[in-house]
């Protein structure tokens, strides 16, 4: 892959600069960025190589990023993103939230000190493509995205603009040009294409059920027997079990999951195998303590591996003598200090 050409510092001046080549006629070119180190100098630098990977490395006009005539009202993309995310972060999953804030920190590396008003589609599809593109460059190197992620990180830019909107932070002029770009088509793109993660085979599963500690087994069995997310069983209590169904069959209705904000409800049935393995993990457990406890699972863990021990017990560790409560290097520091001070810090000895 050819080099990008770095971002430098102008010789004898405090101004960030650059230099192009023409990929047909190999003439080159500098362009001024601003002030050297400034956010605004780094953003005008990659809207530059981006520009100039999208028209084939051509060069772009020295004045391919200027605004418009008309004067800009409103903030800038950078406080648009700010405010979106202050009221988003807390209404998402947590995998959600992650893919939010993938999108929005390009956006703001590109465009953050644009006006939001000024963000149209041109804009919309050069983001697009450096998305497609990737940045070896970058730290820590960001890789090409694929079609389909490509597609809904757009998607999650136009919600960005479409809550402004809706805030009266940017006007509905906006979001709405924002809409007219075109998905990415399957053949048209040079963004490639993951293969579909389909289910694991059964052979697999059979072959690591043996591995598997006591938990985590109970679970791979109810997710074959019902169908329901790890997450939604990870979740399960034995006050949200509900076994008075006439039929014998027992019902869980999980107050969180994907169709939560949809208000749709979620039922997962319990039949007799399923009903046995519950069993094993509702004996003497509190009503509102969860069925399968991380804990538990490392406390079968540290039984196996003691069972499985060849070392007699007379050689090595006896089993919990190793453990301390607190760490004695971490604490002696605080210890010293509440002494000098005339207190007194527990000390593991």
Known sequence: MPKTPTYRKRKDYTQAIVTLTDAATKRRRDYWLGEYGTPESRERYHRLIAEWESNGRRLPSLAFDDPAMETPTGGTIAEVIHAFWQHTKAQVDEGEARSIATALRLLRQYFGSTPATQFGPKKLRVLREEMARGDQAAKPPRKPWSRKYVNAQ????????????????????????????????????????????????????????????????????????????????????????????????????????????????????????????????????????????????????????????????????????????????TLQPFAAACAGRGGSWPVCR
């Open 154 to 329: 757009v998607q999650r830019i136009r919600r960005l603009f479409k809550w402004a909107a809706a805030h009266e932070l940017v006007p509905v002029s906006v979001h709405q040009s924002l809409s007219t770009p075109k998905p990415l088509r399957r053949g048209r793109t040079t963004a490639s294409e993951n293969p579909k993660v389909g289910p694991a085979s059964e052979h697999i599963i059979e072959a690591i059920r043996p591995h598997l500690n006591r938990p985590v087994r109970a679970l791979v069995e109810l997710q074959l027997l019902t169908g329901a997310r790890a997450g939604e069983l990870l979740g399960l209590r034995p006050c949200d079990v509900e076994m008075g169904d006439p039929t014998g069959v027992w019902t869980y209705r999980p107050q969180n999951h994907k169709n939560a904000h949809r208000e749709r409800e979620r039922v997962i049935y319990f039949g007799p195998r399923a009903q046995e393995i519950l069993r094993r993990f509702l004996r003497d457990r509190a009503t509102t303590a969860y069925l399968f406890s991380p804990a538990e699972a490392d406390a079968d863990r540290r039984a196996a591996r003691h069972a499985a021990r060849t070392t007699p017990l007379s050689c090595g560790n006896r089993p919990g003598t190793n453990r301390r409560t607190c760490p004695t290097v």
